[in-house]
């Protein structure tokens, strides 16, 4: 048959906009660049409040090929008028704005267990309500869509639960596993150094607050030795912050060894990823954490940067599988500094797992490895 159209609705900005990214944009991003490798012709559609939070502006001067801006009901208005085609939306944030016209095919992507977050953050006054309309709303997702992804294996019994609540018969409904695909960003050459450079990145979320291990690792430092590169900002997206960690992440800054960052766009956070030896990326234990497939680690890893994770995420068996990093429970910390131990006394041990890296992002995180379920998908919903 023809080319398929796939219309991917990403619930934030993505890379290419000269903007800082975060998870949701990432995935539309590396869905779209896999599914271009299988032959399907692709739009994304961005949400465009986001976008003016981080832009005020309005749009930004270029826009990544075949992406639009749209707001509220003109995204579901856009992805009707392409009909027929296949639709695809990261949880069901933007299910009450499509219109489901025939031929429009919708698949859902359970990227996050978006329940799970609200309950893992407590102190929101609105809390209740929030699950409440987040709970509704998936279930009419659910019910409506004609085929599912999920972007790891761990997460499929959670969302065969779901599946359930909604009515749906998990033997007759499409479920495909689909990585986080993400293109990589390997350094050209290693390149000579008298340390290892560490770096800690991510937004500060209410379920993945750095502890006690990032004092210690700050304690190890000793430039040019041993170096740190800290990125932790505030999500824009967050009503609350954790005052108390923004305080701790601004004091560590003052450090020596220490240099801190603010939010970039993606395109120089990969520089700065490409420029580190070992990426931490820690953070208590949570069951929303056991589900999640941490962004910044397979950003990391797709830099061929080996990570310092827990055990407990859907990362976790790739690292342990591939050997492209260590598991250390964050709450061990006679563990952690066995691994730093390590990590700065073996530099061979370093470039053996960034190798380790290299070959895992080639055979599961590669976008067109990753895509090629959703692809076939794709396929057989368009061809009836």
Request: proline residues 9%; contains cysteine; charged residues 20%.
């Amino acid at each position: 048959m023809s080319e398929p159209t796939v219309i991917l609705v990403a619930n934030d900005v993505i890379p290419g906009m000269g903007l800082p990214v975060a998870a949701p944009g990432l995935r539309a991003f590396g869905l779209a660049a896999g599914l271009r490798r299988h032959g399907c012709r692709v739009i994304t559609v961005v949400d465009g409040a986001p976008l003016r939070s981080l832009h005020p502006a309005g749009e930004p001067p270029a826009l990544p090929e075949a992406t639009v801006v749209r707001e509220g009901a003109a995204i579901g208005e856009f992805a009707a008028a392409h009909s027929p085609a296949v639709v695809v939306i990261t949880n069901s944030n933007q299910f009450d704005r499509l219109r489901l016209v025939p031929g429009l095919h919708l698949v859902v992507d359970l990227f996050a267990p978006k329940m799970l977050e609200l309950a893992c953050n407590p102190g929101r006054e609105d809390q209740a309500r929030a699950m409440e309309v987040v709970r509704e709303r998936k279930l009419r997702a659910l019910t409506a869509a004609e085929g599912f992804i999920v972007n790891g294996a761990k997460k499929v019994p959670y969302f065969l639960g779901w599946l359930l609540a909604a009515g749906r018969d998990p033997n007759a409904t499409p479920l495909e596993v689909v990585p986080m695909g993400v293109p990589a960003h390997f350094a050209a050459a290693p390149t000579a150094r008298t340390g290892v450079r560490f770096l800690v990145a991510g937004y500060l979320q209410g379920w993945s607050v750095p502890g006690p291990w990032l004092d210690r690792l700050a304690a190890r430092l000793d430039p040019p030795h041993a170096t740190l590169d800290l990125l932790l900002p505030a999500h824009w997206g967050r009503r609350r912050h954790d005052e108390a960690a923004l305080e701790r992440v601004a004091a560590l800054a003052g450090r020596p060894g220490v240099t801190r960052h603010a939010a970039m766009p993606y395109e120089a956070y990969l520089g700065l990823m490409g420029r580190s030896d070992v990426a931490v990326d820690l953070f208590p234990h949570t069951l929303e954490r056991e589900y999640a497939v941490v962004t910044r680690s397979v950003v990391a890893l797709s830099c061929g940067v080996p990570v310092i994770h827990p055990p407990f995420t859907e990362v976790a068996p790739l690292v342990a599988r591939y050997d492209a990093g260590w598991l250390v429970d964050p709450d061990d910390p006679e563990a952690f500094e066995a691994v730093l131990d390590e990590v700065l006394a073996r530099p061979e041990v370093v470039a053996e797992k960034g190798a380790n890296a290299r070959r895992l992002w080639a055979e599961v995180l590669d976008p067109e490895v990753a895509a090629a379920p959703l692809a076939r998908l794709a396929r057989r919903l368009l061809a009836g």
